[in-house]
C-alpha cells in the first residue's frame, strides 16, 4: 500500500469488501427504512434498519433459524425457507408501523430468482411495499418447494399460519 502524503487510505470495511458506501448513500438518500437481507448457504437474516445520524436503528428483524420453532423441518437455507423468513420479517415490521422500505441486498449479485428476492417476494406477501420488478422474482414452483419434494406446500401453509397467529 501507498503511504505518500497524498495518498488517501479507504475506509476499513471497503478495504475488507464489505461496505459499497456508494451505494449505501443512495438508500439513505431517501429516507425510507431498509430491508437488509443477507443470505447465506445455511441461513437468512432480515432486517429493518432506519438511518439515525447516532447510529442505524433496527425496527423488525427475523432470521431463518426461527423458522425451526414454528414447526419448519426443512433446511433454513432454500429458497422456501428465504421467502418464509421474509414474510415473518414483514409481519413483524407491519406491526411496527413499517409499511413501506427498499431492499438492500449488499454486495450479493442480483440474480434473477436468487435466494434474496424470495426473501422479497415474502416481504411483499406480508403486505409491504417494496419497488421491485416482477421479471426478477422466482417462480411459484420454486417458492413452494415443489423442487425439493411434494409435501413441502402443505409445511410452508402450517408456518405460513402459525406467523399469522403470531
Not at 414454528?70 to 414483514?90: C, D, E, F, I, K
Not at 435466494?115 to 413452494?144: Q, V
Request: net charge positive; with cysteine.
Amino acid at each position: 500500500m501507498a503511504n505518500g502524503p497524498r495518498y488517501k487510505v479507504p475506509f476499513r470495511r471497503r478495504r475488507e469488501g464489505r461496505t459499497d458506501y456508494r451505494q449505501r448513500a443512495r438508500l439513505l438518500r431517501g429516507r425510507v427504512p431498509r430491508a437488509v437481507v443477507r443470505n447465506t448457504l445455511r441461513h437468512t437474516s432480515v432486517q429493518f434498519i432506519e438511518y439515525d445520524a447516532k447510529g442505524d436503528r433496527v425496527l423488525a428483524t427475523a432470521h431463518s433459524k426461527e423458522l425451526l420453532d414454528m414447526g419448519w423441518v426443512g433446511s433454513t437455507g432454500n429458497l422456501p425457507a428465504a421467502y418464509l423468513t421474509g414474510y415473518l420479517a414483514g409481519k413483524r415490521a407491519a406491526k411496527k408501523g413499517v409499511n413501506e422500505a427498499v431492499l438492500d441486498i449488499g454486495l450479493q449479485k442480483p440474480v434473477k430468482g436468487a435466494a434474496c428476492f424470495a426473501t422479497l417476494k415474502g416481504l411483499l406477501d406480508a403486505g409491504l411495499d417494496i419497488p421491485h420488478g416482477e421479471e426478477i422474482l422466482p417462480s411459484e414452483d420454486r417458492l413452494k418447494g415443489k423442487h425439493i419434494k411434494a409435501e413441502m406446500e402443505k409445511m410452508i401453509e402450517e408456518v405460513k399460519n402459525r406467523v399469522e397467529a403470531d
